[in-house]
Nanobody
Framework: VQLQAFGGGLVQAGGSLRLSCVAT????????INWYRQAPGEERNMVAS???????TYADSVKDRFSISRVNVRNTVHLQMNSLKPEDTAVYYC?????????WGKGTQVTVSS
């Protein structure tokens, strides 16, 4: 099983980035896909989640700015991040979770400059 996250980078405050997570080795539509982030010295926290059926959940801090979507035929989940703030700076991780299994990918760095 592999989860590959990409799309991070350096952006100015107010800008946008689109992260993608591509999964291999799992029956993709049977997994919820979650985006987490972790800033230096802080805990890893969930940012957004999408179920296999497409139900979306967002952390309050990103609601109305971030949008998660999935393309099951491509085993891909996107996280569209708009109106980025310096406090969004973190390493972003994607996670695939079913009732019995959980897989993590390596993170992608997002840095928002003020």
């Amino acid at each position: 099983v592999q989860l590959q996250a990409f799309g991070g980078g350096l952006v100015q405050a107010g800008g946008s980035l689109r992260l993608s997570c591509v999964a291999t080795g799992i029956t993709f539509n049977q997994y919820d896909i979650n985006w987490y982030r972790q800033a230096p010295g802080e805990e890893r926290n969930m940012v957004a989640s999408i179920t296999g059926g497409g139900t979306e959940t967002y952390a309050d801090s990103v609601k109305d700015r971030f949008s998660i979507s999935r393309v099951n035929v491509r085993n891909t989940v996107h996280l569209q991040m708009n109106s980025l703030k310096p406090e969004d700076t973190a390493v972003y991780y994607c996670n695939a979770r079913s009732f019995v299994k959980s897989y993590w990918g390596k993170g992608t760095q997002v840095t928002v400059s003020s």
